[in-house]
């Protein structure tokens, strides 16, 4: 059983940057891609960035692409997402997710695909 715990969130003026992190526990961490989504009020939840357990191959949502930048420290078991220029836009839950069964160089877009999920942290960016 794997356990993730997302921190870093808060309320950010635009313009302004957010660090998140997600812990993991209960894994092998090396071995999973993992994932950052995000649920915006009354919206369904989307990928944001994700990061292959090999090689540390990213993707990213166009959306934030060249604003937000995804990480891993495997010593550590912790993935992170640097979050610059924010937007009132990216005002959202956000949740990180990890992707057990991904093969080395496979970063999936797709809910379905990644099995374990944190509980979300709140980022609030005021205009």
């Known amino acids: 059983q794997v356990q993730l715990v997302e921190s870093g969130g808060g309320l950010v003026q635009a313009g302004g940057s957010l660090r998140l992190s997600c812990a993991a526990s209960?894994?092998?961490?090396?071995?999973?891609?993992m994932g950052w989504f995000r649920q915006a009020a009354g919206k369904e939840r989307e990928f944001v960035a994700g990061?292959?357990?090999?090689?540390?191959?990213?993707s990213y949502a166009d959306s934030v692409k060249g604003r937000f930048t995804i990480s891993r420290d495997n010593a550590k078991s912790t993935v992170y997402l640097q979050m610059s220029s924010l937007k009132p836009d990216d005002t959202a839950v956000y949740y990180c997710?990890?992707?057990?069964?991904?093969?080395?160089?496979?970063?999936?877009?797709?809910?379905?695909?990644?099995?374990?999920w944190g509980q979300g942290t709140q980022v609030t960016v005021s205009s």
């Open positions: 997710a990890a992707n057990i069964n991904s093969a080395s160089y496979y970063v999936s877009a797709v809910m379905a695909e990644y099995e374990y």
């Open positions: 209960g894994g092998t961490f090396s071995n999973y891609a």
């Open positions: 990061i292959t357990w090999s090689f540390s191959r990213t």
